[in-house]
């Protein structure tokens, strides 16, 4: 049997509300897992979200090209602006060079990671509409 839970894309104006979207997609209105990408890897092996066990997840996004433009390069840039003001020194270089290529409108957006992420936990398991 396949779960499927519905991101409703039409309601994404920035990663907050993607946050708030997938929370309410697995957990139901008012759903809540957390705001990060450690989070929605928790989320997503079960046990904080998804059922445990179960490798035929989908995740449906509507109004999916809302969403891409909505975390397209400028909020990347927002997203990596905030994490250089408090990651180690260490990283400094590489998400410099991260947030200059989204400031330059290159390199993977904030979309494209969180459909890499859920897909690396369901491979295939994201469907645009």
Request: charge should be negative.
């Amino acid at each position: 049997m396949t779960t499927t839970y519905v991101i409703d894309g039409s309601t994404i104006a920035g990663l907050p509300d993607f946050w708030r979207a997938i929370g309410e997609a697995v957990n139901g209105p008012g759903g809540y897992f957390g705001s990060n990408f450690d989070a929605l890897a928790d989320c997503l092996s079960g046990g904080y979200g998804t059922p445990d066990g179960d490798d035929d997840v989908v995740f449906e996004w509507r109004a999916h090209e809302r969403s891409r433009t909505a975390l397209g390069h400028p909020e990347t840039a927002r997203y990596l602006a905030q994490k250089l003001r408090r990651a180690h020194p260490s990283n400094h270089p590489a998400i410099r060079a991260e947030l200059a290529r989204a400031e330059a409108g290159a390199g993977p957006t904030l979309f494209d990671l969180l459909v890499a992420a859920i897909e690396r936990r369901y491979p295939g398991g994201v469907r645009l509409h």
